[in-house]
C-alpha cells in the first residue's frame, strides 16, 4: 500500500487519519497510521509512534522506517516495513 505524507495539522484531531497516513509533529516526532482498517466511527484504529524507530526523510517528502513496525490494539494487530513512503506487510 502506497503510504502518504500529511501534516501533523491534518492529524491533530485523527478525523482527517487514513490508513497509510504518515506525519511529523514537531512537538513529538514522527507518526504513522498502520494501514488497518478503520472503526465504525471511521477512525484509525492503530497509530504508531515511531520515536523508537530511525526515520530518514526521502528526497521526494517519503519517508523510510526501521527496525520494522509492529502495532497492537485490541485484537488487531499489525506487523510490516514502511519504505520510501510504501507499506509492506511482514
Known sequence: MQGRKITWQ?????????PGNYWFDPR?????????????????TLLADLSCHHVTENDDGTIT???SILCRGGSLEYHGWLENGAWRNA
Open 10 to 18: 491534518e492529524a491533530e484531531n485523527l478525523r482527517n487519519v487514513q
Open 28 to 44: 513529538h516526532g514522527w507518526y504513522a497510521a498502520c494501514p488497518v482498517p478503520v472503526d465504525d466511527d471511521g477512525l484509525i
Open 65 to 67: 522506517v526501521s527496525p
